[in-house]
């Protein structure tokens, strides 16, 4: 019988590289707008394989950026990337469709939820919090707590030592099968593989494949 839901957190619950798209494209154009002279298309390839590079919570990419494509930093374009990069990912950082909704019945049905996250500590509190949705979880498992990331199988069994289940009693949800899936795998858990946060993944080799988050509860039904 499964007790906890155990969730990834970008692109399982939050739409995180639409907004991180967004956002780029924003602070790209807002250097350009600054002075910086570079073609908008070449910018966003130039900034993407930075962050294929460094990870896509690297928190001086904007710097790197500038180094790569203009030889060296320029405060007044830098300051004018993030500024813009900052405005729109705050608008952008909402909840997949029905998200709330499933999370609040699982709750209901005394499901306990958990939050399994490569990001940093205060990077994944603050999606959670600016997403309404903090208040619903009674662990939150991040990359500062084990300083290793899925699928590690670490993360995990810090969630279930804070849950007090095992790993078969758990759910495990998320969007990447070589790391959420195959992790979670390895202990045991059930595994449903969220099809929406990564529709161009192959076969996920998860117990359940979904393309909306409301047929969890018919799974843990």
Not at 24 to 40: P, R, T, Y
Not at 112 to 138: E, G, Q, T
Request: aromatic share 10%.
């Amino acid at each position: 019988m499964i007790k906890s839901a155990i969730f990834d957190l970008d692109n399982t619950l939050i739409d995180f590289m639409t907004m991180k798209k967004h956002s780029c494209e924003a602070a790209i154009s807002a250097m350009i707008g600054a002075g910086l002279n570079v073609k908008k298309e070449k910018a966003m390839k130039e900034l993407f394989a930075l962050y294929d590079k460094y990870g896509l919570e690297e928190k001086t990419i904007f710097q790197k950026f500038l180094k790569k494509v203009a030889k060296k930093v320029d405060y007044e374009v830098l300051a004018s990337g993030i500024v813009a990069y900052r405005r729109v990912r705050a608008g952008f950082l909402e909840p997949y469709p029905h998200v709330s909704e499933v999370l609040f019945e699982l709750k209901r049905r005394g499901i306990k939820l958990a939050i399994v996250s490569d990001a940093p500590r205060l990077k994944a509190w603050i999606r959670l919090v600016s997403m309404k949705i903090n208040h619903l979880f009674d662990v939150v498992v991040t990359f500062d707590d084990t300083k290793e990331m899925k699928p590690s199988t670490k993360p995990f069994l810090v969630a279930f030592k804070k849950l007090k289940l095992k790993p078969q009693q758990c759910l495990m949800v998320g969007d990447r099968p070589e790391r959420d899936i195959k992790g979670a795998k390895k202990l045991g858990m059930v595994t449903c593989f969220a099809k929406y946060g990564n529709p161009g993944a192959g076969s996920s080799e998860a117990n359940y494949e979904i393309d909306d988050i409301k047929e969890l509860l018919e799974i843990v039904e």
